[in-house]
Nanobody
Framework: QLQLVESGGGLVQAGGSLRLSCAAS????????MAWYRQAPGKQRDLVAT???????TYGDSVKGRFTISRDNAKSTVYLQMNSLKPEDTAVYFC?????????WGQGTQVTVSS
């Protein structure tokens, strides 16, 4: 079982930056896949970025070149550095981690970008 807690969300002006963190706790046996998703009001949850245990990353087209996902395995934490934020980035951001073929989710953190 994993418990995930996100932090770092908030209100920022367009063009600004935020860094999200998601820390796992519980009985950890090696987390092989970490990801960030986001969900805007009235819309489906979309994949933002992923990172596997080799450090290989993927990004959604809308965030390429602006967002960077990273992980600290010693801390069981995944990060999302978000730069050049746009109003359309406004959403609740969720982290997920996969361990032993089971995916766990955080509770979400709100990111609001004002124009």
């Amino acid at each position: 079982q994993l418990q995930l807690v996100e932090s770092g969300g908030g209100l920022v002006q367009a063009g600004g930056s935020l860094r999200l963190s998601c820390a796992a706790s519980g009985r950890i046996f090696g987390i092989n896949f970490m990801a960030w998703y986001r969900q805007a009001p009235g819309k489906q949850r979309d994949l933002v970025a992923t990172i596997d245990n080799a450090g290989t990353t993927t990004y959604g087209d809308s965030v390429k070149g602006r967002f960077t996902i990273s992980r600290d395995n010693a801390k069981s934490t995944v990060y999302l550095q978000m730069n050049s934020l746009k109003p359309e980035d406004t959403a609740v951001y969720f982290c997920s981690m996969t361990m032993l073929l089971r995916t766990y989710w955080g509770q979400g953190t709100q990111v609001t970008v004002s124009s």
